[in-house]
């Protein structure tokens, strides 16, 4: 129940194309949702975050999709550039009464020029 | 402020050996992760703190693993024996507090036991 599935495991867009990156999970309690960037040789980092109060949230060329129902959220890259080639994680946890993060299993995202 | 950090940056030992992974958090942060990170696993966690206590150590694989935090600046993380599935790279995170979920990561620490 404490699992987040992420998919694909690794994609590859054209310059300027539309990255996707899908994640759904099961425990409903889940009320945080990020997702973290990571590029070669770093760890992790903040890069867009969602509570389900909404269903969307836009940061620049980043994109959360929120589906409360259908209990999944994805990652919109518009405008993929060679330098948002990186790994990209998917998150969740319960905010109220601290829960840990659960991450999903990462997306290597190779950006062509 | 320097972020989190970690050290050291590679380590690589011979299967049997101690090891001593090494975390400063960011000053202020109540909460510190330890993570190990694998193509096979992806991102697990495997301990955490709150205020220097460990809270949640149902992560750590065996016994071989153990984890310490003396004060609120400093942490280790220690394998004894290591054995080459422990090769991973390791991360350690920090957080300020229940309310504020963005966890910082560190660099991590690439450890290759042979």
């Known amino acids: 129940q404490q699992q987040v599935k992420q998919s694909p495991q690794s994609l590859i867009v054209q310059k300027g194309g539309i990255s996707i990156i899908n994640c759904a999970y099961e425990?409903?309690?889940?009320?945080?949702f990020p997702w973290y960037q990571q590029f070669p040789g770093k760890g992790p980092a903040l890069l867009i975050a969602?509570?389900?109060?909404?269903s969307e949230k836009k940061e620049g060329r980043f994109t959360i999709s929120f589906n409360k129902s259908a209990k999944q959220f994805s990652l919109h890259i518009m405008d993929s550039q060679p330098g948002d080639s990186a790994t990209y994680f998917c998150a969740a946890s319960v905010l109220s009464g601290y829960s840990t993060l659960t991450f999903g299993k990462g997306t290597m995202l190779l950006v062509s020029p | 402020d320097a972020g989190v950090i970690q050290s050291p940056r590679h380590e690589v030992t011979e299967m049997g050996q101690e090891v001593t992974l090494r975390c400063k958090p960011i000053?202020?942060?109540?909460?510190l992760f330890w993570y190990r990170q694998t193509m096979m696993r992806g991102l697990e966690l495997l301990i955490y703190f709150n205020n220097n206590v460990p809270i949640d150590d149902s992560g750590m694989p065996e016994d071989r693993f153990s984890a310490k935090m003396p004060n609120a600046s400093f942490s280790t993380l220690k394998i004894q024996p290591s054995e080459p599935r422990d090769s991973a790279v390791y991360f350690c995170a920090s957080t300020m507090d229940s309310s504020y979920n963005e966890q910082f990561f560190g660099p991590g620490t690439r450890l290759t036991v042979l």
């Open positions: 969602i509570r389900p109060d909404v």
């Open positions: 000053s202020g942060h109540d909460y």
């Open positions: 425990n409903t309690a889940f009320d945080y």
